[in-house]
Each structure stands twice: as C-alpha cells, then as structure tokens.
C-alpha cells in the first residue's frame, strides 16, 4: 500500500511562494464568497506576524459584518459597542503605550454612528491604527443605507436609488480626518487585484509602524465590495466598485508624513 | 494618626481614586460633580501614581474608555450626574455583559430631561434595576457622608473585581457638594502587568504562547450558549446578594416605627428620629448601604417587630418598592418625598410619618 502523500511532503521551504499566516485561525468565515473583509484580514494578519507583535497587540473589533472578526484573528481582541471602537482604543492605548493598539470598523460603524469617536480619536492624535473597511452599505443588518452609499446607489432603505435632496450625501470621512492635526498617515486602498492587495498590505504595515514613532493616528481606509447588499455577483461586484466606488472615493494615499515622503 | 482634610464629596472620589491606585478616569464634565474630574486634572495623578485622566467628547465615549481599560484587566473609573449616566446606559450594559469590573459614580440631580442642576434620588430605578437593555445588575453602593464617598471608591473596586461586574456608587448632588472631614488612607500601588495578567487572566493584555488568545465580548449569537451565559449573570448576582448586603441601624433595637432611607435622605431622617423620640414616638432608621444587593432579609425581620414603615426618598417613590416587597406586605409601608431638587426637613418627614403610618 502507498504511504498517503500529504501537504508537507509536497510544500517545501524551496518551493513555498505562500502561505496563510498562523495568526489567521482555522475555521470557516463568516464572510460571504468574493468579499474583500478576508483578504483585509490576512493583511492584518501577516503584518502582525512579520513585525512580531502577537504578544503586544490589542485588537477592537467593531459591530457590523466583521463583529466576529475575533474568531478569526489570533490576537487579543476586544468586541466595541456600534461606533465606539476608537473610545476603546484610546483608553486601552494610553493604559498600555507599550502595545500596538488596532480598530477594524465599518462605514457605517466609523463614519455614522461612531462619527465623534473617530473624529475625537483623530483629532486628540491617539497612538493608533485604524483599519476602516468601506463598502457602501451595511452588510450585516442586510444591505440598508451607509453614511458612504453613494448618490442614485439602490439599498434596502433607499430602494430608488440614494436621493440626496432627501437622504443627504455620502460622508467622506477619510478627506475630513486627513484634515485634523491629530492624524499622522491617512490611505485609502482596496483589495480586488493583486496590485491592489500588495500596496495595502504596505500601508498597513505602515500604519502599524507608525506607532512606534507615537505620532497620532494612522489611518487605512480600503474601498471593498459587497456583492450580496449590492445583489451582484463577485466579479460584477469588483467591477461595478471600480467604476463606481472609486471615482467618488479615490485610491491613493491622503496623507503622508513629510519624513516618509 | 491618619491624614485628615475638609473636602467636597466629589473631591473626596477624585483623591480615594488615586489613592486606591486607579490606572486611569475617563470623565465629561456635569454639573454637579465636575469636582471630580477638575480635581484631577489639577493634581496631575500621572505624576503621583502614573494614572491616566482623560477627558473625553463625551459620556458615550467615556464608559466605553472605561470598557476598553477595564477589558484590559486596569482599574478603571467614570463618573456623571444623571442626563450623563443615561447617556453611559449602553456602555453600561456592555460591561455588564462582557463581565468586566469598573467603578462607575453617579451624583445624582433631579430630573426627568435635563432637570435641575440640585440633588435628588430619582435615579433609584435605573441603577438597581439594570438602566440598559438586557438582564443584569450593577453592585450599587450608596453613601450618606463625604467619609463615605471617599471609602466606597477602594471598596467598589474590590468588590467589581470580586465579581468581574460594574459597580457604582449612587451618590447625589448634596453630598458631592457638601464638604466634611475625611480621613485619608494610606496611598495602594497601582497594580503592576505581572499582578494584572495573575490576577485577570481572562484581560486582553497580548495574546502569549502559553495561552489561547482572549476576547472580551458580549456577543454569542447561538441561543442555547447566550441562555446560559445568562444563567451564569444570574447565579452570580444570587452570590452577591448572599454575600455582599451592608446596611446601618440607628435606634432599631426598641423601634415601634421604622424609617428607611438612604444617602442624603437617611442623614436627615436621623434628626427626625431625634424630634419624634422626644415625642415619645419610638422609631428607628435601617440605612441600605447596598441598594443592589438590597437588605430585604432584614427589613422581612424588622417587619415582625415594627407596625409601620415610611421610606424617605428625593424622588417620587422608588425604593419603596423594593420595602413593600421585602415586607411582603405584611405592614403598612408608605413613602415620602420631595421632588424637583427639594431636599425634604427632618420636621416634614415626622409630620408624614405622623400622618402616614401613626
């Protein structure tokens, strides 16, 4: 009888091009197939790993799809009431100067009912990172109005099409706290193509960095799908985000301390 | 001999906090306790004991502060006055629900809405029987004097990390206000990370290699495991109410007629003792020190002895809800009060026990 052939007798350290990182637990997503909450997360993940810091991570987690992302992720986590993630994070960043302290919020978790203590945390320049996912819509309560659905955008609360005489504009968030003298890097990413993926990952990396240096909030916005709210299929989901998403709200870094220029 | 200083109540939260050792208060100004965090600030306790003071945008903000310290495993603090503790409510209950100790101190004004700015006890309802949504309590200590104030902040803390569980200290307006001797203690070193991660290994401190990664939450969305996790809230606030009653009695031992009041009101129902019992009238006070758990056992017993109850409350009747249901009705139990910001006299209150329960 031939010996089973498993896994590692075929992924070798010469022949590895990749690998999940351990930090990314090993259990189903709750995410649906084709969104980009996953792939957000293993950059996270990976940037914890490489710099070495599981032990002296804090994460918060936020209310809205990714609530459950501490069952994913193989750090310390705490899981914030709706919008108030950045509040945690301060209070556990000035308790422990020390750790590398995170957020990882939605749109409508960080740009409406968490507005102030985004703002707030922003502007006092706490020593943090924020990881803000933006796709346009709240997924979890299933596909109702975000503060970022964009104008004429079809949701389950603006089933016409987002009117904005009626229902106000799409808040970008990211331009205004760019604005403040508390945020020390501000980006905005996304996470559909591998170019995409790889200049995210350095801007978080980056943003994790920066908390050594103790120069306010580093700021990572990425620009993701949602294919089940927008009632698409992944690929048209991806494509309809670069045609609609990213005119409104622009890739590119916002931002960027003189010294890393 | 102890240090002795005339201070405010609210004064007298700032300073126990920072002696008690206290890592960090996060804190919004109301009147009337801004004393507490203007205290603060002016003592700069970072440079005393390394405590972190941060005034936040707002009450919502600064409770969640508090749970992200508290989860942590730090010992961490807030206070506000009541349109502020309702705007804390949904912290609170999130506390509650991930298991989390903190000290949480309400000098009480009137209300409803914004009210008044001068002291009451209507916020009865909302401390004892939970305030947020869901099915928890708070340990809820309530003291009558500036002395108090000052020892219940070391004994919260002790008793929320007893539990895991919130605690706060139901004060009002008076007595945050008012200024008195208060005996100082001796300053606690604030606990070290080692002692923290000993002590609470449940905090999210940075996952290590010997252990699986923490979390701190209230969320489980499977019915069966959050069914029990709230038999388990249950069962632990069954121990604190077998465990943690604390009431005073002032002249019960012959009383015919009982008052039962707490904080401000129990301090003016003490003169009224004084004016009835040169009356000849025999009544004595039981003082709930404990508002949560509350000292129903007592009073149950006190009712055999005793023919009638008035419960003295700044408020329009709250407490006495819970004394009928101690007494089980077996007694007259009636209530007075004042309401609006009006701190009653000890002659109204013998003119309403003469009319209610003589």
Known sequence: MAEKITTNDIVKEENLVFRKTPLFIDKPLSYCPGCGHGVAHRLVLETIEEMGIQSETIGVAPVGCSVLAYEFMDIDMQQAAHGRAPALATAIKRLHPEKFVFTYQGDGDLAAIGTAETIHACNRGENITIIFINNGIYGMTGGQMAPTTLPGMKSSTSPYGRDIKTMGNPLKITELVAQLPGTYYVTRQAVHTPGAVRKAKKAIRMAFENQKLNKGVSFVEIVSNCNSGWKMEPVQANEWMVENMFPFFPLGDIKVPAEQK | ?358
């Open chain 2, 1 to 358: 001999m102890k240090e002795l200083r005339l201070m405010k109540g609210n004064e007298a939260i700032a300073e126990a906090a920072i002696r008690a050792g206290v890592d960090g208060y996060f804190g919004y100004p109301i009147t009337p306790q801004s004393e507490v965090l203007e205290y603060l600030m002016s003592e700069q306790p970072e440079k005393r004991t390394g405590m972190v003071v941060l005034q936040a945008e707002s009450e919502v903000a600064a409770i969640n502060m508090v749970y992200g310290g508290a989860a942590t495993g730090k010992k961490v603090m807030t206070s506000s006055s009541s349109p502020g503790i309702s705007l804390k409510q949904e912290g609170i209950t999130y506390i509650a629900g991930a298991e989390l100790p903190c000290l949480i101190v309400n000098v009480v004004r009137g209300g409803p809405g914004l009210g008044t700015i001068q002291p009451a006890q209507s916020d009865y309802f909302q401390s004892v029987k939970g305030g947020g949504h869901g099915d928890y309590k708070l340990i809820v200590l309530a003291p009558s004097s500036v002395q108090e104030m000052y020892d219940f902040v070391d004994l919260a803390f002790t008793l929320a990390f007893k539990y895991r569980n919130p605690a706060l200290i139901l004060s009002d307006g008076a007595i945050g206000q008012m200024m008195e001797k208060v005996e100082i203690s001796d300053q606690k070193p604030r606990w070290t990370n080692e002692e923290i991660i000993k002590m609470s290994p449940w905090a999210t401190t940075g996952k290590t290699p010997d252990r699986p990664h923490n979390i701190i939450t209230s969320l489980d969305l499977d019915p069966s495991k959050q069914e029990k996790f709230n038999h388990k809230l249950q069962a632990k606030y069954k121990e604190i109410e077998k465990n943690e009653v604390r009431f005073e009695e002032i002249q019960t031992k012959d009383a015919e007629y009982l008052f039962v009041a707490y904080g401000t009101s129990s301090r003016i129902c003490q003169k009224s003792i004084q004016m009835a019992r040169a009356k000849g009238i025999k009544v004595g006070l039981l003082r709930p020190i404990t508002l949560f758990p509350f000292p129903s056992k007592r009073l149950f017993e006190l009712s055999k002895q005793v023919k009638g109850i008035l419960t003295v409350e700044m408020s329009a009747g709250q407490m006495v809800e819970d004394v009928k249901l101690a007494v089980k009705c077996s007694i007259p139990v009636e209530h007075y009060g004042r309401m609006g910001g009006i701190i009653p006299s000890p002659a109204e209150v013998l003119t309403a026990l003469e009319q209610k329960i003589l």
